[in-house]
């Protein structure tokens, strides 16, 4: 005769103790096992909870979320306020534990709206097993990872992000893009506005032959194309390598 109560008590203590595998707790829970009180409804809700992860790879579910009819979203946000673990230091514990196993960030330091995202970003370039360019407009489970993707790699926001953001995102395959540079007459100096307006006059007349009076309308605004002209030779001896291998002209044509 098998000691089924004896078996059953054990599982119970084990269960308390934090102990339990997962799968052994899952499949109690299926059979209708009775836990004590307090812990009943988290076991319960935290299988949904293990069911709702394996389907999109992350425990930042919306706060509407819900999933074999438990409110997973509103639960798992309560879970993540301050006590919102329980009061006895040990059962907190346990149950911090159970939650890290299925997500590690489960509750994490960063918002949980970043943190979706990165899931399904994480989905994404999973199945393009390796970096690829993910265009804005392209969503996953209705977020739209393209755009986020864009915008995580702009310099304005990449270096405001935590290391461990970062670092997820290099793990991706993203890289921090390259800041574009300032177009000509916005935000740029008078020696960039003068190259703009020297290549603009340059393209059409194939040559860099400039009178001094000559104004050069750019989207931007006139240029004094030739006063400019005449001011940067003049002080061409403190111009930096930069500046003087973008002029690239012949000195001696201009007039």
Not at 1 to 13: A, F, H, I
Not at 105 to 117: A, G, I, L, M, Q
Not at 205 to 210: I, L, M, P, S
Request: aromatic share 8%; hydrophobic share 40%; glycine share 10%.
């Amino acid at each position: 005769m098998y000691g089924l109560g004896s078996w059953v008590t054990e599982q119970r203590r084990a269960f308390k103790a934090g102990t339990l595998k997962p799968w052994r707790a899952d499949l109690l829970n299926e059979v209708g096992t009775i836990w004590p009180v307090a812990d009943a409804s988290f076991w319960k809700n935290l299988t949904a909870a293990r069911d709702y992860y394996a389907a999109h790879g992350s425990l930042a579910c919306p706060r509407g979320a819900v999933w074999d009819g438990v409110a997973v979203g509103q639960w798992i946000a309560n879970l993540r306020k301050a006590g919102g673990l329980g009061s006895d230091p040990v059962r907190a514990d346990t149950r911090r534990r159970a939650l890290e196993a299925i997500d590690p960030d489960w509750n994490p330091r960063w918002p949980v709206e970043w943190r979706r995202h990165y899931a399904a970003a994480r989905v994404l370039l999973g199945e393009e097993q390796g970096p690829a360019e993910v265009l804005p407009g392209v969503t996953v489970n209705g977020l739209d990872i393209g755009t986020w993707i864009h915008r995580q790699t702009d310099p304005d926001v990449w270096n405001t992000l935590l290391p461990e953001q970062s670092e997820r995102l290099t793990a991706l395959g993203l890289t921090l893009r390259s800041a574009p540079a300032a177009p000509a007459g916005k935000g740029a100096g008078a020696f960039e506005r003068g190259i703009a307006a020297l290549t603009q006059y340059a393209a059409p007349e194939g040559r860099v032959v400039v009178s001094r009076a000559h104004i050069e309308e750019t989207p931007h605004g006139p240029v004094r194309l030739g006063t400019w002209m005449s001011n940067t030779r003049s002080r061409r001896e403190k111009l930096t390598s930069e500046q003087l291998a973008a002029l690239d002209v012949d000195w001696a044509t201009a007039t």
